[in-house]
């Protein structure tokens, strides 16, 4: 599985994180290569030293979890799955899982992904669309 939050380089770089998985990551991956990234490390502010790179192996299944996932130069994957909740439930979760790091930055991430859905409408091109609450 690949996180895209190893990809994007900050609390401004979806669009970036999302561009660097189509155009390092994916190609390699779909000709059998190996592809190694350098990883953004979210506590330093910076991208992570030598020796933290992401390594994204060869296989049958590559599993992309994150926002950017859907964006429209990914495709075609074979399969999109969009989780989607109210962004009250969204905020909750993600200040549960990561604390008051994230809160401080919590209205430009949500700018970006409003930006990212009405140019990408991941939803409606979505194979499978799981709505939670």
Same mark, same amino acid.
Not at 107 to 130: G, I, K, S, T, Y
């Given at each position: 599985?690949?996180?895209?939050?190893?990809?994007?380089?900050?609390?401004? /770089?979806?669009? &970036? *994180? +999302? %561009?660097? $998985? #189509?155009?390092?990551?994916?190609?390699? !991956?779909?000709?059998?290569?190996?592809?190694?990234?350098?990883?953004?490390?979210?506590?330093?502010?910076?991208?992570?030293?030598?020796?933290?790179?992401?390594?994204?192996?060869?296989?049958?299944?590559?599993?992309?979890? /994150?926002?950017? &996932? *859907? +964006? %429209?130069? $990914? #495709?075609?994957?074979?399969?999109?799955? !969009?989780?989607?909740?109210?962004?009250?439930?969204?905020?909750?979760?993600?200040?549960?899982?990561?604390?008051?790091?994230?809160?401080?930055?919590?209205?430009?991430?949500?700018?970006?992904?409003?930006?990212?859905?009405?140019?990408?409408?991941?939803? +409606?091109?979505?194979?499978?669309?799981?709505?939670?609450?």
């Amino acid at each position: 599985m690949l996180h895209l939050d190893d990809l994007y380089p900050g609390w401004d /770089g979806l669009e &970036a *994180g +999302a %561009a660097r $998985l #189509a155009d390092e990551a994916l190609p390699a !991956w779909r000709a059998g290569r190996a592809a190694r990234l350098r990883r953004w490390d979210w506590d330093a502010g910076a991208w992570s030293g030598a020796g933290d790179d992401l390594v994204v192996a060869p296989g049958p299944l590559l599993v992309v979890e /994150g926002v950017g &996932a *859907g +964006a %429209a130069e $990914l #495709a075609p994957g074979d399969v999109l799955v !969009w989780a989607q909740a109210p962004d009250e439930v969204r905020r909750h979760r993600a200040l549960a899982r990561d604390g008051e790091a994230y809160a401080p930055h919590w209205d430009r991430w949500a700018a970006q992904e409003e930006a990212h859905l009405r140019a990408h409408a991941p939803a +409606a091109r979505a194979d499978v669309v799981v709505v939670t609450g």
